[in-house]
C-alpha cells in the first residue's frame, strides 16, 4: 500500500513552494522487483537510483521554484526519506538538499538537479515534470 499527498503554495509572481510527502508499506513475502525503492531523481535526490530498498517506505520533499529567464525556472530543494524492512529507526533516514534547472521545450521540460547528501553529490536529469 502506498499514499502520496502533494501541495503547492503560491509564494509571489510565478513562485511556488511545492511540498511531497510519500509513505508506503507491504505486506507479507515481497519480492525484490515489488519492494519500494528509494534514491535518485524522483524520490532522494542526491543519491543513486533505488540506493535504498525495503518493505517500507517514507519520503518528504520541499521545494521553491522560482522563474530565471523566459522558459526557464530555478529550484531550491531538500528531499528526506528511505525503504527499509522492519521497524524503524531514524538513522536510517538519509536527507539531500540541492538546486535544479528545468529547460520548458517543444518536447516537453528538461530537468538538471544536483543533489548533495550524506555520501557526496549527483546530477540528475529527467524529461517531463516532477511531482
Known amino acids: 500500500y502506498s499514499i502520496d499527498h502533494q501541495r503547492f503554495f503560491k509564494a509571489g509572481h510565478a513562485q511556488v513552494w511545492a511540498l511531497r510527502t510519500k509513505g508506503g508499506i507491504g505486506f507479507g513475502d515481497i519480492s525484490e522487483f515489488n519492494q519500494f525503492r528509494v534514491g535518485g531523481q524522483d524520490t532522494l535526490r542526491g543519491y543513486r537510483e533505488a540506493q535504498f530498498r525495503g518493505e517500507r517506505?517514507?519520503?518528504?520533499?520541499?521545494?521553491?521554484?522560482?522563474p530565471l529567464f523566459s522558459k526557464v525556472q530555478g529550484a531550491l530543494f531538500t528531499d528526506w526519506g528511505s525503504a527499509w524492512n522492519t521497524g524503524f529507526e531514524p538513522e536510517e533516514f538519509h536527507g539531500s538538499a540541492g538546486f535544479g534547472i528545468a529547460l520548458n521545450t517543444?518536447?516537453?521540460?528538461?530537468?538538471?538537479?544536483?543533489?548533495?547528501?550524506?555520501?557526496?553529490?549527483?546530477?540528475?536529469?529527467?524529461v517531463g515534470g516532477t511531482f
Do not use: A, I, N, V
Not at 57 to 66: C, I, K, Q, W
Open 57 to 66: 517506505m517514507l519520503l518528504g520533499t520541499l521545494e521553491y521554484r522560482f
Open 106 to 126: 517543444p518536447l516537453g521540460p528538461l530537468r538538471f538537479d544536483y543533489g548533495r547528501g550524506s555520501q557526496g553529490g549527483r546530477l540528475h536529469f529527467s
